[in-house]
C-alpha cells in the first residue's frame, strides 16, 4: 500500500482540548519524500493532527493526547527526546508567513544559531543553500541583509520554507501555506514544494482540493476526527473508495 | 418620539469633541506661551530711569510694574527696582506716579551686576588701580574697566582655586580625626591617629606658601576698585573682582544689548548660582536633574521590563497575576510624597544606614549613604515609575503575534530563545514608549525628592574629576526644587521672579529634549522592525 519506508506513523492516536476529542483514534503511515496532503472540511482535525508530529500542540492550554506518534520509527512524546531535536528533524510553516523582525540572512540562520552554530562561514553556507532550495536565492542574493519584511507576501512564504530547511529537517509540515497568497505566489510555493519533496517528506494541509490534486502524492481525508480514506491521490480523487469522500469531492458538503 | 437630528447624526458630540480638543490646545499653548513670554524678556536690559520726587529724593533703576495704587484710587504706582541694597537695605520701592517731578534715561547710568548685595544703579566716577587713578569721563576709562574686570576675575578664579587645594589638604586630617575618634579598637585608633599625624605633617609643610599666595591675592584684588556714586550722592567702592559686568546699559545699541542678553543667559545655564540662588546660574540643578533622570533610567528599565516579561510571558495568569496588575495601576496612583516617605525609610535610614554600619563605620556617626543622596533620589524616582514601564511593555509583549511566537519554537527555539531573540526585539518599542514616559513623569517630579536628597544648594556636583568620579551619596540640585526654593523661600522673591520663569522654561527644555531623545531612539528602532537593515 505504501511506497518506501515511513516518515511519519500514528497508532491509535486519540488528541484534543479540554473534554473535547479533536482526533479519534487515527491509525495513519505517512511514506518517506513524498507529499501528502490532509484535507477535510473545517475542524475536522486536520491541524491537530499536523501539530502532533512536532508537538507545537504541546504549548495549547488543556491538551492531551493517547497513543503514539513516531516520526522515523521513534518516539515523538518521548521523555527522553528533547523538543528542540525534534523540531529540527520534523519543521514546520505556518499559514501566515511569519518572518521575525530581522534581515533575510538572519531569519534563514535564526534555527542553527539557536542549536549553537556560531561560525559565520558555516552560517552563511547554510543560508545560501536553504535560499537555493526554497528557490528563493535568485530573487533576494543582493539584499540578503535586508529586513524580511520588505518581501512580498509569496516571497516571505518561501523565507520561511528556506528558514525550516536550514535546520535540516527530513520532514516538513506545511500547514495551509497558500492560503494568504495570491495564484501567482501560489503556483510558485507549489513549485517549490514539488521540487523539495524529492529530498524532504512533505506533510500538507489544505483546504484547496485543486491544490491536494496538483500536487499531492497522496491524501488523507478526514472527518469530524476520523482518518476516513487515505491513498494515491489520482485514485483517492477518482474513485474514492467511501461515500463520505465522494461527498466531500464532489462538493455536497464541507 | 423624534430625537433632533443634530443629536442623531452626532453632530452635537462632533462639536463636543473638537471643542475639548481646543481647549486642551489652548491649554498647553497657553502655558507654553506664558513661560516663554515672561523667561524670553527675563535677561532682557531695562533702561535705567532717574526720578526725581517731589520730597526731593533722586532714584535711579529700573521700573518693573506699573499698577493702580490701591492707597489712593484713581493713581497709579510704579515698583522701581532700585538696587543698593547694603546702602538702602532693600531692592525694591514703590513711586506713586504723582510724587514724580522729573524723569530721565540718564546716558551715563552705569548697571554693577556684583557677586554680593545684588546690582548697582549708579554713576561711573573713577577707577582706582595700582598704576594709578582713571576717571570715568577719561577716554581710556572703557579699556581701564575692561582690563580691571579681566583681573578681577582672575584673582577670583586663583582665589577659589588656592581655596580647593587647601581644602584638598585639610580633609584628610578631619578624615583620620573621626576615624580615630570612633575607633572601635586600640589597634585602629593607633593606626587612625598615626594616619592623623602625616596628614598634619603634610599640611602644615604645604599650606604656609598657599595661605601666602591666598594673602597676597586677596590683597591685590582689594587694589582694583570702581568707585561709583549712587543716584543720591552718596560713593560706593566696589572691588572689581567682586563684579559680574559692568554695563552702562542706556548708551547700549541694539547689537551690544542682544550681547548682554545672550550672556545672561550663557551665565544663566551655565554658571553656579549666587545670593542665595535668586542669581548666577542654575548649572548645578540643570546637571542634577539629568543625571538623576539618568540613573533613575537605569533602575527602573530592567525593572519594569523584568517585570513585564514576567507576568506576561511566565506567569499563569491566574489571581496572583491578577492581583499584581492591580498592584501595579494603584502604584501609579499613589501621591508621590508618600513615594519620598517610603524612599526616607526604606533607602536612605534602611539600606543607607546598613551600608554606613558595614562599609562606612569609621566616619558614623556622620552618615554617608545614610543620608538623602542622588541614589537614593533615583531609586526612589524609579520605583514611582515602574508602573508607567511595566504598563508599556506590556502592551508591546502583547503585540508581538503569536505567529512569530509559533514561528520561533517551531524552529526548535527554547523559551527563553524565544523571548530573548524574537519576542524582546519586537516589544523594544514599547520598552521605550514606557522610558519616555517615565522620563517625562519623573524630571518634573519634586516632592519624593525632598525626602531622598535634594538641597538647596549642593557643596559639589555629583559627578567630578575626583576619584572614583560619581559620587552616587551626594545630594544634589534639582530643577523643580529649585523653582520652589527661588519662587518661594528665597529672601528676595520679587527679585527672584525672573529666575522662576526662567527656571521653569529650562526644566520643560529639558524634558522635552529627554523625550525628543528618546522618541529619535524608538522611531530608529521601529524602523530597523520594519523596513531597513538589521
Not at chain 2, 502604584?331 to 535610614?349: D, E, N, R, T
Amino acid at each position: 500500500m505504501t511506497t518506501g519506508a515511513a516518515a511519519l506513523r500514528t497508532r491509535s492516536l486519540l488528541a484534543g482540548f479540554g473534554s473535547t476529542a479533536v482526533l479519534q483514534a487515527i491509525d495513519l503511515t505517512i511514506p518517506e519524500k513524498q507529499i501528502t496532503a490532509f484535507i477535510g472540511p473545517s475542524g475536522c482535525g486536520k491541524s491537530t493532527l499536523l501539530r502532533c508530529f512536532n508537538r507545537m500542540n504541546d504549548h495549547l492550554a488543556g491538551f492531551f493526547r493517547y497513543g503514539e506518534v513516531l516520526v522515523h520509527g521513534r518516539d515523538a512524546y518521548d521523555p527522553a527526546l528533547p523538543l528542540e531535536e525534534l523540531r529540527s528533524q520534523v519543521g514546520m510553516v505556518f499559514q501566515k508567513p511569519n518572518p521575525f523582525p530581522q534581515s533575510i540572512a538572519r531569519n534563514v540562520s535564526f534555527g542553527p544559531r539557536m542549536a549553537g552554530v556560531r561560525d559565520p562561514a558555516v552560517l552563511a553556507e547554510l543560508v545560501e543553500a536553504s535560499l537555493r532550495r526554497a528557490q528563493l536565492w535568485d530573487e533576494v542574493k543582493d539584499r540578503l541583509h535586508a529586513s524580511a519584511f520588505q518581501l512580498s507576501g509569496g516571497q516571505q512564504q518561501r523565507l520561511c520554507i528556506a528558514r525550516a530547511l536550514a535546520s535540516g529537517p527530513q520532514i516538513l509540515l506545511l500547514d495551509e501555506p497558500a492560503s494568504a497568497l495570491d495564484p501567482i505566489a501560489t503556483a510558485k510555493l507549489e513549485e517549490t514544494i514539488l521540487e523539495l519533496s524529492r529530498e524532504v517528506t512533505i506533510v500538507l494541509v489544505t483546504h484547496n482540493l485543486q491544490q491536494a490534486a496538483r500536487v499531492a502524492h497522496r491524501t488523507a481525508f478526514l472527518y469530524l476526527g476520523k482518518l476516513i480514506e487515505e491513498g494515491e491521490t489520482a485514485a483517492m480523487f477518482a474513485s474514492p473508495r467511501e461515500r463520505l469522500t465522494e461527498e466531500y469531492l464532489t462538493g455536497r458538503f464541507g | 418620539m423624534m430625537r433632533a437630528p443634530w443629536l442623531k447624526e452626532g453632530i452635537a458630540a462632533r462639536w463636543l469633541a473638537a471643542a475639548a480638543l481646543l481647549i486642551s490646545l489652548a491649554m498647553v499653548v497657553g502655558l507654553l506661551a506664558v513661560v516663554s513670554a515672561v523667561a524670553g524678556k527675563a535677561f532682557w536690559p531695562r533702561p535705567l530711569v532717574l526720578l526725581r520726587l517731589a520730597d526731593g529724593r533722586v532714584l535711579l533703576g529700573e521700573v518693573w510694574t506699573r499698577e493702580a495704587d490701591p492707597n489712593h484710587p484713581g493713581h497709579e504706582r510704579w515698583r522701581l527696582k532700585t538696587g543698593n541694597r547694603d546702602l538702602e537695605g532693600q531692592d525694591f520701592v514703590w513711586v506713586p506716579k504723582a510724587a514724580v517731578v522729573a524723569r530721565e534715561v540718564p546716558a551715563g547710568a552705569w548697571l554693577v551686576e556684583r557677586r554680593e548685595y545684588g546690582n548697582f544703579y549708579g554713576f561711573a566716577s573713577e577707577l582706582h588701580t595700582p598704576e594709578g587713578i582713571v576717571s570715568a569721563t577719561d577716554e581710556r576709562f572703557g579699556d581701564a574697566l575692561a582690563k580691571a574686570l579681566q583681573r578681577g576675575r582672575e584673582l577670583v578664579e586663583e582665589e577659589r582655586h588656592l581655596l580647593d587645594r587647601l581644602a584638598a589638604l585639610h580633609a584628610p586630617v578631619v578624615k583620620y580625626g573621626a576615624r580615630a575618634e570612633g575607633a572601635k579598637s586600640e589597634r585602629r585608633r593607633q593606626r587612625a591617629l598615626a594616619a592623623l599625624e602625616r596628614a598634619r605633617g603634610h599640611e602644615e609643610e604645604n599650606a604656609p606658601p598657599l595661605l601666602a599666595r591666598l594673602a597676597e591675592v586677596r590683597h591685590q584684588a582689594e587694589e582694583v576698585t570702581l568707585v561709583m556714586t549712587a543716584a543720591g550722592g552718596q560713593e560706593m567702592t566696589v572691588p572689581a573682582a567682586g563684579v559680574v559686568r559692568a554695563v552702562p546699559v542706556n548708551a547700549l545699541g541694539l547689537g551690544a544689548r542682544v550681547g548682554l542678553y545672550l550672556s545672561r543667559w550663557w551665565e544663566f545655564l551655565f554658571a553656579e548660582p549666587r545670593e542665595a540662588n535668586t542669581e548666577g546660574g542654575i548649572f548645578p540643578a540643570l546637571f542634577g536633574t539629568a543625571l538623576m533622570v539618568f540613573l533613575m533610567t537605569f533602575a527602573v528599565v530592567p525593572l519594569g521590563v523584568i517585570t513585564a516579561v514576567y507576568l506576561n510571558e511566565y506567569a499563569s495568569g491566574g489571581m496572583f497575576t491578577r492581583a499584581v496588575r492591580l498592584a501595579l495601576a494603584n502604584l501609579a496612583g499613589v501621591p508621590s510624597i508618600v513615594f519620598g516617605v517610603f524612599g526616607l525609610a526604606f533607602f536612605v535610614y534602611g539600606v543607607g544606614g546598613t551600608i554606613d554600619r558595614l562599609l562606612f563605620a569609621d566616619s558614623l556617626p556622620t552618615p554617608t549613604f545614610g543620608t538623602g543622596g542622588i541614589l537614593w533620589a533615583s531609586l526612589t524616582l524609579a520605583l514611582l515609575t515602574v508602573p508607567v514601564v511595566v504598563v508599556a511593555t506590556e502592551e508591546g509583549l502583547q503585540s508581538v503575534p503569536d505567529a512569530t511566537r509559533d514561528g520561533a519554537r517551531a524552529l526548535g527555539a527554547t523559551r527563553w530563545q524565544t523571548l530573548r531573540h524574537v519576542v524582546l526585539p519586537y516589544a523594544a518599542p514599547g520598552v521605550l514608549t514606557g522610558t519616555i514616559l517615565a522620563v517625562a513623569r519623573a524630571a518634573g517630579e519634586v516632592a519624593p525628592l525632598m525626602l531622598t536628597g535634594v538641597v538647596k544648594l549642593a557643596p559639589a556636583l555629583p559627578l567630578d574629576g575626583v576619584p572614583p568620579y560619581l559620587h552616587l551619596e551626594r545630594k544634589f540640585m534639582h530643577l523643580g526644587f529649585h523653582i520652589y526654593d527661588v519662587g518661594f523661600q528665597s529672601p528676595n522673591v520679587e527679585a527672584a521672579k525672573p529666575m522662576v520663569y526662567a527656571t521653569t522654561l529650562v526644566l520643560l527644555a529639558l524634558v522635552v529634549v529627554l523625550n525628543l531623545l528618546a522618541i529619535a531612539l524608538r522611531a530608529r528602532l521601529r524602523r530597523r522592525l520594519s523596513r531597513s537593515a538589521v
